[in-house]
C-alpha cells in the first residue's frame, strides 16, 4: 500500500461512517501568568499532537515533510514569506502545522452528517464545534423552507445558480466576496466571472484587514505594498514591531527577527499587551535555542494605549526635529527629501506644534521611554517598521500609518536596503487576490488590460467593499451572496445585523473546505459547494495542476497539493467557477471557462498580459523561488504617485481617551484559532485556558469598576450612531485580570464582533473598527 492509500484507510471519528465528530467544549477559566517566551520544545510537540489527532501518522508526516518546500504546498497558515534559496526541511511553526493539520484532517462532514443535524440544531453549536467536525465532501442544498441540508449534483447547483442570477434585476444585485486562501489562478477567473457577468461587488477579507495599510501606503509611497524583503528584515539595524502578534499569527518571522538580532538589530515591540513572542523566543530550527534560554527579542517593549500609536509617531517625529533642529544635517535625510518627497514643510511645522503632555497622555507611556526610541532611531541606518491588525483597524487607522511613513521619509528609509515599511499580511494570498483584481475599484488600466484581452467589458462603476455589502444586503438590494471561502458571517461586524442581513438574500453560496456559522445563517435557499485546499492534489483532465501565490512581501511562487482528496465529489475553486461560469455564460461566451480549467497554465497566460510584472508567469514561477513583483519605491526610488514624490501627509492628531467608568476593547486572537476557525480553547502564551468567554482587564481598572477577578459579566458596547447612542450586549464573560494598560481591554474575536457597530468604521478604509470599542462592564446578578 503507498502513503496515499493508507492515509485514507484508517476508520476515526468523523471518517466515512461517523455523522459526528465528538468535541469537549470546556467553559472553565484557567489563568496563570503570561508566558514570557515563545515557540521551542512545547510548540513542536503541540503541531506533532495536532497532527496525529486529525491526520494521523502518515498523512502528519507527508504534509509537515512538503510543507513550505520547493516541490511542496504553500503553507495556508500566514503571509509571511519563505528565505529565497534557503528553505530548511521542516520549516514550520506551530500553527502553521495546526491550520495544515485542520485542513489535512481525516474527519468528513457527510450527506449522513447533514441528515442526522437539522440546521436549526447545527444553529447551536458553537464555531469550535462546527470546525471539528471535518472537511465537507459533497455538493448541498438548503431548499426554501427545509429543515436539513441534503445532496444535489454540481450541474444542478450550477443550474440554480444561473437562473437566480437571471432572475436579478441586475447584475449588481449580486455580491461575490473572497477570503484570502484562494489562489492566484481562482482569484483571477472569479473576478473575471462577475466582471462579465457586469458588476464589480468584489468584496473581500482584505477590506477587514490590510485595506488602512493599502490606503495608506497608495497615498504616500504611491504603490499600497511593503517595501522590504526578509532579506532586509535580517540586515536593519532598528526593527518596530507595532499592533503586531508574531509568536502566534507569523511565527515563522521570529526565526528571521533572531537572526536580525544576531546580526545586531535592536528591536521595539509597541503593542498594549507584552506579548510573548516579542519578548523572548525558543526557535525551533536551532536546537541549542530549544533548550536554553533563547533569544531575548523585544530590546524595548513600549507598552501604548489602544489607538495611541499614531500620537506615538507624532511624539517621535518631534523629538526627531528637535535633535535636527539642535544639530542640523545629523537627523534628517534631506538629499532624499528634496529628491523625493512633497509635503516636507508643511508636515514640519505640523510637528514643530507638538505638544509631549498629550503626546504622554495619548500613548500612556513616560518621556524618557520616547526619548529612548529617539536615540534607537537617530543611531540607526537602516529602520523597518512592521504593523498588523493593532494599527489598522482603528477609527484613524489610515492616519496613523500615513504618520509611520511620514516619519519614515524623514530619515529617508525608503528604497534602500534593510529600511522600508512592512506591513504583514494575514491570510496567505490575500495580497495575491488584489494583485490579480479581487477590489471592488481596480483602476481603469487593469480594467482595460481585461476587455482588450478577452474583448468583454468590465463594468466601470465601483463595487461594494464588505461594509458596503452588508448595508446594501441589510437594505433588501441583494438578491445573490457567493462566497470563494471563509466566514463571512462570524469574520464581519454586528454579527446579529450580518446574520438578517443574510436572511434577506434569495440564496447564500458558500464555497467551503469546512463547515462553519456562513453555512447556517442563509438566505431562502443556499448551497455548500465543497472544494479542495492547498494540501490537497488538484488534478483535471488527467493533468496535476499547479496554483500560485503572492506572499507579504511580493515574491510569488508555486503550491501543489499531493494529498488524496476526502471525496471524489470534491472539485478545485478554479474548477468551481470555471464550470459555473459556463453553465451561466453559455460556452460560446467570449472567455473559454472549459479551456481554462482544463490547464491552469492557460489562465496564468491572460495573468501574463493583463497585470504588469507578471511577463512570461508560467517559466519564471517554476524557478525555484519564483519571482518577485516589481515595487518602484524599493527597486529604484520611483514613487507612482499623483506627483511623482512621496508625499508626507498632514493629519489631526487622534487617539482614543478612556470615557469614565468605561474601558476600550480590542479584539484580538487567541494562540489557538485561525479567524474565526477555531482549534482549542487554550491561548497558551497569555496563560489562560479553557475558556474563550473572557475579557483581559487591568487590575487596577477592575478594583475601581467594582470587579474581581474570574467575575461573570456581560459586556455592552457604545457607539454614537447617526441616531444617537446605540448600545449592543453579550452575555456569559468573565473577567480575567492582565497586565493591558489601564482603561484598555482585550477579548477574543469572533465571540465579540456583535459588540462591533456596523456603521463605526475606519476613515477612508471602511475597515471595521475592531480595536478601538467604548465598552462597558455589567456585573451577571
Ligand atoms: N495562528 C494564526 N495565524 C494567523 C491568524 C490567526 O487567526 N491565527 N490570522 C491571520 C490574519 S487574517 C491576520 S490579519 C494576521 C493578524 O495578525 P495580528 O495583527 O498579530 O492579529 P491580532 O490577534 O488581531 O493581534 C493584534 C496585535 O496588536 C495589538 N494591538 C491591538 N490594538 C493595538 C493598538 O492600538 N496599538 C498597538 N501598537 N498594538 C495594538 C494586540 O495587543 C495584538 O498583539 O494573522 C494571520 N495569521
Ligand atoms: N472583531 C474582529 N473581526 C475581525 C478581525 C478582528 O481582528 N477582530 N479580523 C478581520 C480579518 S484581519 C480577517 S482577514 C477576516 C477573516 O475573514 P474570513 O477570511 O472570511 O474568515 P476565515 O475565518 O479565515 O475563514 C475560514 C473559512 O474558510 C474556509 N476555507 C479555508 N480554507 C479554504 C480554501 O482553501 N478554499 C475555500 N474556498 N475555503 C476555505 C473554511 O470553510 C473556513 O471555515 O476577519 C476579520 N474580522
Ligand atoms: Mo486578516
Redesign the pocket.
Known sequence: MTSTESDRSASAPGSPEASETAVDEPTRTDTSHPKTYAAGVPAVAVSMKRGFTQMGPVRTARTLLELNQRHGFDCP???WPEKPGGRKPAEFCE?GA??VAEEATRRRVTPDFFATHSVAELRERSEYWLSQQGRITHPMLLRDGATHYEPIDWADAYRLISDELAALDSPDDAVFYTS?RTSNEAAFVYQLFARSLGTNNLPD?SNM??ESSGHALSTTIGIGKGSVSVLDVENADLILI?????G????RMLSILGDAKRNGAKIVA????P?AGLMRFRDPQRPGDILGAGTTLADEFLQ??????MALFRGLAALLLRAENADPGTVFDHDFLETYCSGVEDYLALVADTDMDEICEATGLRLAELETLARLWISSDKTIVCW????T??KHAVATIEEVTNTLLLSGMIGKPGAGVCP????SN?QGDRTMGIWEQMPESFLAAVDSEFGITSPRRVGYDVVDALRAMRDGKIGIFMSMGGNFVSATPDTEVTKAAMARCRLTVQVSTKLNASHLATGSVALILPTLGRTDRDIRDGKRQLVTVEDSMGSVHLSRGSLTPSSDCMRSEVGIICELAETVLGSDHAVNWSGLASDYDRIRDHVAAVVPGFENFNDRVRQPDGFLLPHPPRDSREFPTESGRAVLTVNDLEWLPTPQGRLIL????S?D???TTIYGHDDRYRGIKGNRRIIMVNPDDLAELGLVDDQPVSIVSEFEGADGLEERRIDDFRVVSYPTPRGNA?AY?PETNPLVPLDHVATKSNTPV???ITVRLVAAP
Do not use: F, W
Open positions: 497558515g500566514c503571509a500553527n495546526k491550520a484570502g477579507c484587514c490590510h507595532a499592533g503586531q502578534n508574531p502566534t499569527n507569523h511565527p509597541i503593542n498594549p499587551l506579548e501604548v494605549r489602544l489607538g495611541g500609536d498588523a491588525m493593532g494599527l483597524q482603528h504583514v499580511r494575514g491570510h490575500v480590542q479584539t484580538l486572537r494562540h484559532q485561525y479567524n482585550a474575536y475592531s480595536k478601538g
